[in-house]
Each structure stands twice: as C-alpha cells, then as structure tokens.
C-alpha cells in the first residue's frame, strides 16, 4: 500500500473496540488485584478512575471553548458493580462523540472538536487496558496503529501540555525514539537514543517501565535520558 493510499486511523472506532477489550479483561480479573503499573491502586480503583476519566472527557465535549466552568475530574468512589459503571461511562462517551463529531468544544489543548476527545481517550484507555492486563496476569492487546498513534501524542500533546503547565521542566536535550518510527522528546541536543518495540516505547513514555526494560536498546548517554524520562510526560 503507498502512503497516498493510506487510511487515517479511526479513533473513534478503535475506542470502542479498546472499551470492549477493558470490560472483557474485568471478567477475569479480581477487583483486589494489585495493579504494578499504579501501586496505590487495585483492579477496582483502576476502574473507577478509568470511569471517571470518561466521564469527565464526556462532560468536556459538552463544554463550549471559553467556558470558565470546567468539569470536575475527581476520580468517583469504587462502585459495588464497578464493570456496569464503567460499561455505562463508555457508552455515554461514545454516544457523545456520535452526536456532532465537528461540535467546537473544550480540549486538553483549548478550543477543538469533539472528535478529538475519542484521539485521547483512545490512548487513555489502552494504557489502563495493559495496566489491568497486567494485574490479572493476562497479555496485553493493541493494534500496532494505535500504540505508534499513542507514542505520538505523547510527543505532540501530553508531554508539550505538562511543560506549558508548569508540571515538569522544559528540557534542554532531547532523546530519540526509535521504534516503527523515529520520534524525538524534548528539545535540544540529542543525548541518547532508545530503540525498541513501539509498546515498549509507549509503557517508558507512560512510566510503567524504565530504561532498564527488557526490549530496550539505549545508546549514549543513559543518566541524561533517565532524568528527561523522569519527568511528568503524562497527565
């Protein structure tokens, strides 16, 4: 296939299909399993944050740009049926985003369109998914277009925002990626690059692993790259 006959990935439908594959992971994993990727946390808080990201995600589709009001983004409790809570959350969110996909509305970034709330959430939602995939013990799921999208907006959104908002310095060195693509962190000189599979990439990015993750290959200067990688990238 040539780039020219590429098709754009669908956030919105591999939302769906990643919601689907989170609740399927419920029915086998216990609610008091611990999660490694978030310590402080067990397969039900992982969820009740994971609905409440949705919900509030769905709540700021609905915000017009320039309203002062923002959505609160507390996590809710833990509910008793936590799976029928989440199920419920990802419906709403789809429906949302069904509605009027081109609606002007709140982003993470300032003012944008609905549909690229189902870009963030896509990636929100694999990350939680290995997250509770790797509680249960269990592989983890996600199309080799979704995890490069998702090393992606690291680098384009999440990493950019948490420096714009004072969460972590603006770094003056950057790192190479190397994966299915060549992405760049930071800015600055190169001080060292990693290579390895783009899941790979994603969970360092992410901070469920480090540099010493099985699959990486780091060249140049290590010490650099881990204080760079050490940082808030992600909300």
């Given at each position: 296939?040539s780039?020219?006959t590429?098709?754009?990935?669908d956030?919105?439908a591999?939302?769906a299909?990643?919601q689907?594959?989170?609740l399927a992971?419920?029915?086998?994993v216990?609610?008091?399993?611990?999660?490694?990727?978030c310590p402080?946390?067990?397969?039900a808080?992982?969820?009740?944050h994971?609905t409440g990201v949705h919900?509030?995600?769905?709540?700021?589709s609905?915000?017009a740009?320039?309203?002062d009001d923002?959505?609160?983004d507390a996590?809710?409790?833990?509910?008793r049926d936590?799976?029928q809570?989440y199920r419920a959350?990802?419906?709403?969110l789809?429906a949302?985003l069904?509605?009027?996909p081109d609606?002007?509305c709140?982003?993470?970034?300032?003012?944008g369109?609905?549909?690229?709330?189902?870009?963030r959430?896509?990636h929100?939602?694999?990350?939680?998914?290995?997250?509770?995939?790797?509680?249960g013990?269990?592989?983890?799921?996600?199309?080799?277009?979704?995890?490069?999208d998702?090393?992606?907006?690291v680098?384009?959104t999440?990493?950019?925002?948490?420096?714009?908002l004072?969460?972590?310095?603006?770094?003056?060195?950057s790192?190479?990626?190397l994966g299915s693509?060549?992405w760049?962190?930071?800015?600055?000189p190169?001080v060292a690059a990693?290579?390895?599979?783009d899941a790979?990439?994603l969970?360092l990015?992410?901070?469920?692993?480090d540099?010493s993750?099985a699959?990486l290959?780091v060249?140049?200067?290590a010490?650099?790259?881990?204080?760079?990688?050490?940082?808030?990238l992600?909300?």
């Amino acid at each position: 296939m040539s780039v020219d006959t590429i098709v754009p990935l669908d956030h919105r439908a591999a939302l769906a299909q990643t919601q689907a594959t989170f609740l399927a992971l419920l029915r086998h994993v216990e609610p008091t399993a611990r999660v490694p990727g978030c310590p402080d946390w067990d397969a039900a808080h992982l969820t009740a944050h994971l609905t409440g990201v949705h919900r509030w995600a769905a709540a700021m589709s609905r915000t017009a740009p320039g309203t002062d009001d923002v959505p609160d983004d507390a996590d809710p409790p833990v509910a008793r049926d936590a799976a029928q809570e989440y199920r419920a959350a990802a419906a709403d969110l789809l429906a949302v985003l069904d509605e009027d996909p081109d609606r002007p509305c709140r982003t993470l970034t300032g003012a944008g369109r609905r549909r690229d709330w189902a870009r963030r959430q896509l990636h929100e939602t694999l990350v939680h998914t290995w997250d509770l995939a790797d509680a249960g013990g269990l592989p983890r799921w996600g199309p080799p277009e979704v995890v490069a999208d998702a090393v992606e907006e690291v680098l384009d959104t999440l990493h950019p925002r948490q420096v714009r908002l004072g969460r972590t310095p603006g770094p003056d060195v950057s790192v190479e990626l190397l994966g299915s693509r060549r992405w760049v962190l930071g800015d600055g000189p190169p001080v060292a690059a990693v290579a390895g599979a783009d899941a790979d990439l994603l969970r360092l990015l992410w901070r469920r692993s480090d540099l010493s993750g099985a699959g990486l290959v780091v060249t140049g200067d290590a010490a650099r790259a881990t204080e760079l990688l050490a940082g808030r990238l992600t909300p």
